[in-house]
């Protein structure tokens, strides 16, 4: 039965009661490039603006003669004594990474918040009862009880330009209210001094408000201003009127600062265009929500598949630069940390695992821009710095112009997984489409590049031979994520898993597109180095725990060290080797390695998870309550520790990274939920493999590798019937649900399957019907 997409949706509104003044509280809207926080105070509505676009674009790029190669670095670290405690303890190593750091420790780049509307009201008259975002329609509505009467503010961003439009009207008659007494925009109280400053600006008798910020390229910029021609700019304007009631467009302009001479005296529409604009608005979530839909019986895992679609929506859209850290909502120092920048060791790859499975691939695009854009750098690092083919992509990088790495220091800097990982989506994306166009022109020549390097750095004469007493080629030096750093003696800093496991993943992967795109004879002898490399390829390291043998992230480890990131769980995720697919004893030293891991917290709450559902283990009750331990006001999920002991002390405020910025990492909790209802990674279709008996569910249309989209239904302990639309025309393999085996129906009229799994031919555009076999 086919579901309601849009008022499947409609269901799952935040409502927020009372004043929400906090940025924290305030409701989340956005088109993907601008996003808006709407925040309500007793006497006043503030609306904050951000965009993915507008950026403190200037960069910090000193020291470049002093940072050296890596084996002028690598060979001093090989002559520190192996037995010192932290290679800190080294006067040399202390200095290098100081100065390695100093680019990173300046405050920019960063993101740069568009500025504020402030509303003012008469609070004598008139008192804010809450708000509720509309989801399905992308809309808000702040409530207020005008001299003992309802009325309600409507609230929504207009998804092709950047634009948000509002209307006071009477609850009861919808009928529009007059209502402000006070409608000011307002630069951001933290916009750097050195910046030229913003002056307000006011037009057609007060009705058209806007003020113009210079984003200097220039460090540090002279006074008096001198422009430069790749200085940026933005532009925040608000037209308002209240003849027959309050209404209001408010309009965002970024680029450079040499094509304001063109938006200098531009308004936002007039107020008519309200209709309009709200009708486009719907139409495009409707559209949205079209893409995928879910019903589970299950309240609060409904819920988060929908807000977070919902969140993810707001904040990304092809087009537009790659959200950072925080997407696109900021306020003076909300969403900076750490440069509110890419960090590629999963912050900036885990909420792209959303796209595929909820089949919302445009919503990939940035991130493939992403990597066009700092592949540049990364050839260039990976010649000058290491002295080898291909491109390392960095730890951290930026959505502006890079000259060298913004963080060389080696102690995260060298974190080989990077590379690898930064280009597995690419590959990704053309599995669960089978596009041949991307994979030629968008994601062939960046995992060329990674292979290169991974290649060479492998090959090195460091990285093999008899000092290590074995044939293999190992991965040396290298850092575990968030761990170790580099030790003494590189004790722990060889063969990691994480490296391991993705670097294998990038190879076959390599080698799979060199066949589909027919490269083979002209690649043929980087492939015969993948093949060498392969077959003496180091084992993954493990260690007896008092669960069993379980996985570990380097040989040597403590299997009861508390991890900051789920290292040892990436064989099965994200590095798609084990899972409910593997053999009886590789599944259960993964089980073991799931079940024996200990986090800290801040970066498990989709990463782990979403391992815990491939091997079919996750306890959806545990993850529910860790879910609600995350959640915000304003119904995103945050960053919170889970435990001491590792990095963090019993001292430390276990709720610090939760003012940072809205985490856009977690909008990818839908991938988890996803992973409970279909799996497809290794290209065998599995229905509700992570769903308990007892309750039901329904998927529509979610996306499965070879490029099919699928619907299910599960209930009264059992799958009821799936459809499956092959949009490519790829061999269909699944898993077939039901011990008396399948009855398909498709153009090949019908088939009667048996056994664990079977297969099928499928022509592009095909709907297959697949139900219980009854004799």
Excluded at 454 to 459: A, L, P
Excluded at 517 to 531: D, G, N, P, V
Aim: hydrophobic residues 40%; contains cysteine.
């Amino acid at each position: 039965m086919l579901m309601d997409t849009f008022e499947q949706a409609r269901k799952h509104t935040i409502r927020y009661e009372g004043p929400a003044p906090d940025f924290f509280e305030g409701a989340l809207l956005g088109n993907g490039g601008l996003g808006v926080v709407v925040t309500t105070r007793p006497d006043a509505v503030m609306l904050h603006f951000g965009h993915n676009n507008v950026w403190d674009i200037r960069i910090a790029e000193d020291h470049a003669q002093d940072i050296g190669t890596f084996q002028d670095v690598f060979d001093k670290l090989l002559a520190i004594p192996a037995e010192l405690s932290s290679l800190t303890e080294d006067p040399w190593y202390r200095d290098y990474c100081d100065m390695a750091g100093r680019n990173y420790r300046k405050a920019y780049p960063k993101p740069m918040p568009c500025g504020s509307l402030l509303l003012r009201y008469d609070r004598r008259d008139a008192e804010v009862l809450g708000h509720t975002v509309h989801i399905a329609e992308g809309r808000c509505l702040v409530d207020f009880l005008i001299q003992g009467k309802l009325a309600s503010l409507e609230i929504f961003v207009e998804p092709e330009h950047d634009r948000l439009w509002m209307q006071m009207t009477d609850a009861s008659t919808g009928e529009p209210l007059p209502f402000f007494h006070d409608v000011s925009v307002l630069p951001d109280p933290d916009t750097p001094q050195e910046f030229p400053t913003a002056h307000i600006h006011k037009e057609a008798g007060g009705l058209v408000q806007s003020f113009t910020q210079i984003l200097s390229y220039v460090e540090q910029p002279s006074t008096p201003y001198v422009s430069h021609p790749k200085d940026k700019a933005f532009r925040l304007a608000v037209r308002s009127g209240a003849n027959r009631g309050f209404a209001a467009c408010v309009e965002l302009w970024e680029g450079l600062y040499t094509d304001f001479t063109e938006t200098a005296n531009t308004a936002p529409p007039e107020l008519e265009g309200y209709s309009a604009a709200r009708v486009s608005t719907e139409e495009h979530w409707r559209d949205y929500w079209s893409r995928s839909a879910v019903a589970l019986e299950d309240e609060l895992l409904e819920r988060t598949w929908y807000l977070n679609l919902y969140f993810f929506n707001c904040a990304v859209k092809a087009g537009v630069t790659c959200p950072g850290l925080f997407a696109n909502w900021s306020y003076r120092s909300i969403g900076a940390d750490w440069h509110g920048d890419y960090h590629m060791n999963y912050n900036t790859q885990q909420p792209f695992w959303l796209p595929f499975s909820s089949n919302h691939l445009d919503k990939h695009i940035p991130y493939v821009d992403m990597i066009d854009h700092v592949l540049p750098v990364s050839q260039k690092w990976a010649k000058e710095y290491y002295k080898l083919r291909g491109a390392y992509f960095p730890h951290s990088a930026y959505p502006v112009e890079m000259a060298m790495m913004p963080y060389p220091v080696p102690h995260w800097g060298w974190e080989i997984c990077e590379t690898p990982w930064a280009v597995q989506s690419l590959w990704w994306h053309y599995l669960y489409t089978m596009d041949e166009s991307f994979l030629r022109e968008r994601a062939f020549v960046p995992m060329k590049e990674a292979v290169l390097f991974m290649v060479d750095y492998m090959k090195r004469t460091e990285a093999s031979g008899e000092r290590w007493g074995d044939d293999k080629y190992h991965i040396f030096p290298t850092v575990v994520p968030e761990l170790y750093e580099i030790s003494p003696g590189f004790a722990k800093n060889s063969d990691c898993i994480v490296d391991l496991t993705l670097t294998k993943f990038l190879f076959k992967a390599f080698t799979q597109a060199c066949g589909i795109l027919q490269e083979q004879e002209t690649e043929s002898a980087l492939l015969q180095e993948i093949e060498e490399i392969l077959s003496r390829f180091p084992a993954y390291p493990t260690a007896q725990s008092d669960r069993g043998q379980v996985f570990v992230s380097v040989a040597g480890e403590d299997p009861e060290v508390v991890y900051n990131v789920p290292n040892p769980i990436t064989t099965v995720f994200p590095g798609e080797e084990h899972g409910l697919h593997s053999p009886k004893d590789e599944y259960e030293t993964a089980v073991n390695s799931y079940r024996n891991h200990r986090n800290e917290g801040g970066n498990d709450l989709v990463f782990y998870n979403m391992a815990g559902a491939r091997l079919g283990v996750l306890d959806l009750e545990r993850f529910k309550r860790q879910i609600t331990y995350c959640l915000l006001p304003n119904g995103t999920c945050t960053d919170r520790v889970l435990a001491s002991g590792g990095r963090y002390a019993d001292t430390t405020n276990f709720d610090f990274m939760a003012r940072m910025g809205i985490w856009f990492e977690n909008f990818s909790l839908p991938a988890v939920i996803n992973e409970c209802l279909l799996q497809s990674y290794n290209g065998c279709l599995r229905f509700f493999p992570n769903w308990p008996k007892g309750k039901s569910a329904q998927f529509q249309t979610l996306r499965a590798v070879g490029g099919f989209l699928v619907s299910a239904s599960f209930h009264a302990d059992e799958v009821e019937h799936i459809e499956i639309l092959s949009e490519a025309g790829s061999k269909l393999s699944f898993y077939i649900p039901w011990a008396e085996g399948a009855l398909c129906i498709g153009t090949f009229g019908e088939k009667h399957l048996q056994g664990e799994a079977g297969e099928l031919e499928t022509v592009a555009g095909e709907i297959i019907r697949i139900v219980k076999w009854l004799p």
